[in-house]
């Protein structure tokens, strides 16, 4: 399924350990692990979430284990997923349908569905349909960024989540224990900023396919694992002997809803580009900056989102800003390029395409885009086209 | 080619909106303000308060769509970066505007002095006005309508919604026109809009008579362009819903079915609802597969994009932001995906439909995505007939005649099977 990494990257001893429970994590799209976790306790509860973003501070307070659903990815045989969609539907709700209908989403006791894009919305109704017994809501993020409208309107969202996961478990979301689940959050954001710190300073000792890995346990994972797991990986990977290659350093743009196969991130970085920031699994860290600990968190919630998250193609550039913010992001990581990778018939990503490119042409930044689905199997063109890209770069500094 | 049948109704119609282009086309030099927005819950008599001359995207684009224009707007689009997977009204839209941005009367149409980012029921919206912000220089207002997931409006999205209207987008209106707002012009206004919707809600239902006096998808389309589009809460709306009612009743006590463009359908054999908008590219040729074969479609979900009146919503002069924020709320596909199908069902039911039709187009990921859940359900709870095609909106690459055609007529066979099997 999965194409080695390069031998001086591969990870021994403890570091080899804690990649191997991350690729583990990663491979388990029967989410054995949830099973595994609601084991040890019968009134534990999970509850499943799409991409891109929801607070999982809300059902953490509620006891509840938030729990990332992001497709089947490259690992999924679509049986009956694809007799549910049209053929120019992107590719992550067939598999998701297809994890649904096969019984290996039977661990979660209810779903959210940030909202995203149509394909994600009506995908809700479809999954009360077709699972009528679960908790399914339609998570609305606001649009409208002012605290007494907009914000207002998402604290009642955050109400209502906590409301029916306090439901299932029986605990209650008292200000205080939301504020403590902030300081856990919090503490697993610093954690991840210090892993993409390092990955911008020395993006050789954090390959993308380990880094990825990291992202994605963090959906399935308890946090507090989560994060002891990160600083582990952060600290190891220090003491590792891993070599700088002469690659070009690239930023990804458009791959924060369907994933890209682990697969293909490898080609990319065998073609000759280290990938020193991104937007995969981009909701694990949405908001990356702490979220105040102290007074009304559900308003610390709220005013994270609305002004403190990470600019997405779902969530309407009210500032105008966006090609701002990414041209800042290009120089504060040092990024030679940026890859415009997005999945295909991915509706917020391809209509951001045209205005990103503006902003990158007008800022003289090289960048090339290409498509992916999350079963993406073949990696030739890409892997050339990729390569292409780097040698230019390397070559004259431009493409 | 035959010269297609009119009635009064149709040449008011075409009379109003060729005013309408022509006061766009002299918006400028008559000082008047223009504010491009949307369809789906539109807020057309809150333009109307200050004197605003609306511009609906959508309708340009399915204008030149009808014009054959949309093929080489849409290839432009591409040209410069935009990707063929996504909606064609976007780039349509684009096309058009790099290509002189000429309105279907023939007249340039004004650039926008305001982008009202009004957006029910469609994501792609959001993206659009971003993509339009970009070609022009003027202010964006977003007004966030939440979805209806849980398959209601809780208080707390009217609130966010009034909260909106009343904090954001009224001031921003007054500031754009200069003019302050009347609440009691805005109740007169709505009261014409209750009106004319009652006249509509009586058309659309004469349809469950036999034969049914009108097409309520081909023909549907027509009748519903004033309402949803910029003269709901205009006198002239009223006069237009009172003429077609006029004439639908005549065709009624006459035993008329409905009027096609090769003329009145002699027989009506299969009577359909239909989910999911027209094709615009090749609208008269996709009809004619229809009532060529005595096909009448007598519901659609598709006339209901610009409100649910059937469902009994009126707008309300009582509460006239609360009435506004309901109807953006409230529109077809604002709808989650068990309350569509429960909707298609009843169409189903109560116009005594022998099966339901599927147009499911490829731009359109609002109406499309879940469709072929919605067939299965459909066929589970009704026993009736269940077909299903693909087309485009405006992209005439992606409207296969021979096709749709064979596949229609095989549906047709399969409605005269289930009649023979009882």
């Known amino acids: 399924m999965s194409i080695a990494a390069p031998p001086q990257t591969q990870a021994t001893g403890r570091l080899g350990e804690i990649i191997a429970l991350a690729q583990s994590l990663y491979e388990d799209i029967a989410f054995k692990a949830v099973a595994d976790w609601k084991a040890k306790d019968k009134t534990r509860r999970a509850i499943g979430f799409l991409p891109v973003y929801v607070p999982r501070e809300v059902i953490h307070a509620a006891g509840g284990l938030p729990v990332g659903i992001m497709g089947g990815g490259d690992m999924t045989e679509i049986v009956r997923g694809d007799s549910y969609f049209q053929s120019y539907i992107c590719h992550l709700p067939r598999s998701v349908i297809e994890l649904l209908v096969s019984g290996r989403l039977d661990s979660m006791d209810g779903f959210l569905f ?109 946090v507090d694992e989560h994060t002891a797991m990160l600083n582990e990986y952060t600290l190891l990977v220090q003491q590792s002997d891993r070599r700088a290659l002469d690659n ?64 997405a193609a779902s969530v309407y550039d009210e500032k105008h800003e966006k090609a701002k913010k990414l041209v800042d992001r290009v120089r504060e990581v040092r990024a030679d390029g940026v890859l415009l990778m997005a999945p295909s018939f991915c509706d917020p990503a391809l209509l951001d395409q045209p205005m990103l490119q503006e902003a990158l042409e007008q800022a003289g930044i090289p960048f090339t885009s290409f498509k992916y689905s999350e079963d993406t199997g073949q990696f030739q063109v890409i892997r050339e086209q990729a390569g292409t890209f780097a040698d230019a770069i390397k070559l004259w500094g431009t493409v | 080619m035959t010269t297609a049948i009119k009635d009064a109704s149709q040449d008011r119609q075409k009379t109003m909106i060729a005013e309408h282009f022509g006061k766009l086309s002299r918006a400028k030099e008559d000082g008047r303000k223009v504010v491009y927005t949307f369809v789906p819950g539109n807020l057309t008599e809150l333009l109307l308060n200050f004197d605003l001359l609306p511009v609906l995207p959508e309708i340009n684009a399915l204008q030149s769509g009808m014009r054959g224009k949309t093929g080489d707007y849409i290839q432009l689009a591409e040209k410069s970066g935009h990707s063929e997977d996504v909606c064609t009204y976007v780039k349509a839209d684009i096309g058009m505007l790099k290509s002189g941005n000429i309105g279907p009367t023939g007249e340039k149409l004004p650039d926008p002095d305001l982008l009202l980012l009004s957006y029910t029921g469609c994501f792609t919206f959001l993206k659009w006005f971003e993509l339009l912000r ?187 932001i609360g009435t506004l924020a309901d109807y953006s709320m409230g529109c077809y596909t604002n709808l989650n995906l068990p309350d569509r199908i429960d909707l298609l069902e009843k169409y189903i039911t109560d116009y005594d439909a022998d099966g339901f039709l599927i147009n499911s187009v490829k731009s359109c990921n609002s109406f499309s995505a879940g469709q072929l859940l919605i ?40 409605i005269e099977a289930k009649r023979t099997k009882g």
């Open chain 2, 134 to 320: 970009e070609e022009y220089d003027c202010p964006v207002v977003m007004l966030h309508v939440p979805y209806q997931g849980d398959g209601k409006i809780t208080g707390e999205m009217r609130d966010y919604v009034v909260g909106q209207i009343r904090d954001v987008l009224i001031p921003e209106l007054e500031k754009l026109s200069g003019k302050k707002f009347d609440e009691d012009r805005l109740r007169e206004d709505l009261k014409r809009s209750a009106k004319a919707e009652d006249d509509l809600v009586w058309v659309l239902e004469s349809a469950k008579h036999k034969p049914s006096p009108i097409d309520a998808y081909f023909g549907g389309v027509y009748y519903i362009g004033p309402i949803f589009t910029s003269f709901r809460g205009t006198e002239d709306a009223v006069d237009y819903y009172q003429l077609l009612r006029g004439e639908i009743e005549e065709r009624l006590a006459q035993g008329l079915g409905p009027i096609t463009p090769d003329g009145v359908m002699e027989e009506e054999k299969y009577r359909i609802v239909v989910e999911g908008p027209p094709n615009w590219t090749s609208f008269r040729e996709f009809w004619k597969m229809f009532h060529s074969e005595g096909a009448v479609v007598v519901a659609s979900s598709y006339t209901k994009v610009g409100g649910l009146y059937d469902r009994g919503f009126r707008h309300d002069p009582d509460d006239p």
């Open chain 1, 114 to 222: 940030p909202s995203i894009c149509d394909v994600i919305r009506n995908l809700s109704g479809m999954f009360k349909l077709l699972k009528p017994d679960r908790y399914v809501h339609y998570f609305d993020l606001p649009q409208n960024f002012r605290s007494n409208l907009g914000g207002t309107f998402y604290v009642s969202e955050l109400k209502s989540v906590a409301g029916a996961v306090s439901a299932m478990t029986g605990t209650p979301v008292t200000d205080e224990r939301l504020r403590e689940s902030i300081k856990v959050y919090n503490a697993n954001s610093r954690a991840m900023n210090a892993l993409l710190e390092l990955r911008i300073e020395k993006p050789w000792l954090v390959p993308a396919a380990e880094y990825y890995l990291l992202l994605r346990a963090g959906f399935l994972l308890p």
């Open chain 2, 375 to 414: 067939l299965r359900e459909l066929e589970k709870r009704t026993g009736r007939a269940g077909g299903f095609i693909e087309s485009d909106l405006v992209d005439p690459r992606y409207f296969s005649a021979a096709n749709i055609k064979n596949r229609l007529e095989s549906y047709f066979q399969m």
């Open chain 1, 248 to 311: 070009i350093r690239v930023m990804v743009r458009g791959a924060f809803c369907e994933q890209p196969p682990v697969a293909l991130l490898r080609t990319l970085e065998r073609a000759g580009c280290y990938l020193v920031d991104d937007d995969f699994v981009v909701g694990s860290r949405f908001i990356p900056d702490p979220i105040a600990e102290t007074g009304n968190p559900w308003d610390a919630l709220a005013d994270a989102f609305m002004h403190h998250s990470l600019p």
